[in-house]
């Protein structure tokens, strides 16, 4: 290596230094011709809960805890009234109990997008109520086909059927409930974000 090329060794390094970012900005900005914009969005997935109050009684590991044994419990006996009515087409007195209380439960009635039936709280109409809000509708073809799905699967499997989503949805609001009740707040932090823009019509 003669001296020339040792002196241009500096010289070659700083060019490439402040080219190269250079010519990358260059390639960002080509593969975004119409230019970018930036935003936030929530971050769901590391979201955690937070007590509200000052002097709180319990930690909110403990909050949380009682919560999700509570929603738990609420989705496990929704599941029992489920597959009751779906095998035998009727509710033994305790289940009727619940399904009433349940079937003006905002937190259930509301993920209903079928309409009320009028509130009655006879058995037939307990049962009436609770069939229309597994199919959806008054077709008993629909009620069949989701009793059916829900019955052959196991219990693990049962979370991935119509009703299985139900009954979840159903837990998730009780838990949510639950942890309002208990002065809780959901922290959702915000993720950055850069995207192209396109063109506009």
Same mark, same amino acid.
């Given at each position: ?17 402040? #080219?190269?970012?250079?010519? *990358?900005? +260059? #390639? ?5 011709? =119409?230019?970018?914009?930036?935003? @936030?969005?929530?971050?769901? $997935? ?7 109050? $000052? &002097?709180? %009684? ?5 909050? /949380?805890?009682? #919560?999700? &044994? ?16 779906? !095998? @035998? ?10 399904? /009433?209380?349940? *079937? ?10 079928? !309409? %009320?039936?009028? /509130?009655? !709280? ?24 989701? #009793? +059916? ?18 009954? +979840? ?5 009780? =838990? $949510? ?5 208990? &002065?809780? %707040?959901?922290?959702?932090? /915000? ?5 192209? !823009?396109?063109?506009?019509?």
């Amino acid at each position: 290596m003669n001296k020339s090329s040792i002196k241009a060794f500096p010289l070659l390094r700083i060019l490439m230094l402040t #080219c190269v970012p250079m010519f *990358l900005l +260059g #390639c960002a900005s080509a593969l975004c011709p =119409f230019g970018s914009f930036e935003g @936030t969005v929530p971050d769901f $997935k590391n979201s955690y809960w937070r007590t509200t109050e $000052k &002097h709180p %009684a319990k930690s909110d590991e403990q909050v /949380q805890e009682e #919560c999700t &044994h509570a929603a738990d419990a609420e989705e496990q006996r929704l599941s029992q009234v489920y597959l009751q009515l779906c !095998k @035998t087409g009727h509710l033994t007195a305790e289940n009727q109990r619940f399904a /009433q209380k349940l *079937l003006v439960n905002p937190l259930y009635s509301g993920l209903k997008s079928a !309409k %009320a039936v009028p /509130q009655d !709280k006879s058995v037939n109409s307990i049962e009436a109520q609770l069939r229309r809000s597994i199919s959806g509708s008054d077709n008993s073809k629909y009620l069949k086909e989701n #009793c +059916g799905y829900y019955i052959e699967k196991s219990a693990a499997e049962r979370t991935n059927t119509l009703l299985g989503l139900q009954a +979840g949805d159903y837990k998730n609001e009780v =838990f $949510k409930q639950c942890m309002a009740e208990n &002065h809780m %707040a959901l922290i959702v932090s /915000q993720t950055e974000f850069s995207r192209c !823009k396109s063109i506009g019509w």
